[in-house]
């Protein structure tokens, strides 16, 4: 079986930063592309950010490029987001995803198992 667990969210002010970490357990992921999702309520959800397997590739959103950065430490079976100049439009629960068939989606249906997610809360 395989599990994802997000961390990091919080309540913060607009300008500020957070980092979110995505542990995932059951299965190695060097070898499958990763990617950050968020929902904000009454919304879709949205693809954030994107890595290949080695990190070497990376893909963002129009809305967070030059704003957030996503990475990865394969030895640690983890996923990062760093968000930076957070807005409260970004305001959501954020989820990280594993992509079994190397489809570097940018829509939910392209990823494979998915995190419970993580609330991140932006206020003005």
């Known amino acids: 079986q395989v599990q994802l667990v997000e961390s990091g969210g919080g309540l913060v002010q607009a300008g500020d930063s957070l980092s979110l970490s995505c542990v995932v357990s059951?299965?190695?992921?060097?070898?499958?592309?990763m990617a950050w999702f968020r929902q904000a309520p009454e919304k879709e959800r949205e693809f954030v950010g994107g890595?290949?397997?080695?990190?070497?590739?990376?893909y963002y959103a129009d809305s967070v490029k030059g704003r957030f950065t996503i990475s990865r430490e394969n030895a640690k079976n983890t996923a990062y987001l760093q968000m930076n100049s957070l807005k409260p439009e970004d305001t959501a629960v954020y989820y990280c995803?594993?992509?079994?068939?190397?489809?570097?989606?940018?829509?939910?249906?392209?990823?494979?198992?998915w995190g419970r997610g993580t609330q991140v809360t932006v206020s003005s």
């Open positions: 995803a594993l992509d079994f068939r190397l489809r570097a989606g940018l829509t939910r249906d392209k990823y494979d198992v």
């Open positions: 059951g299965r190695t992921i060097g070898a499958y592309h």
């Open positions: 890595i290949s397997w080695n990190g070497g590739s990376t």
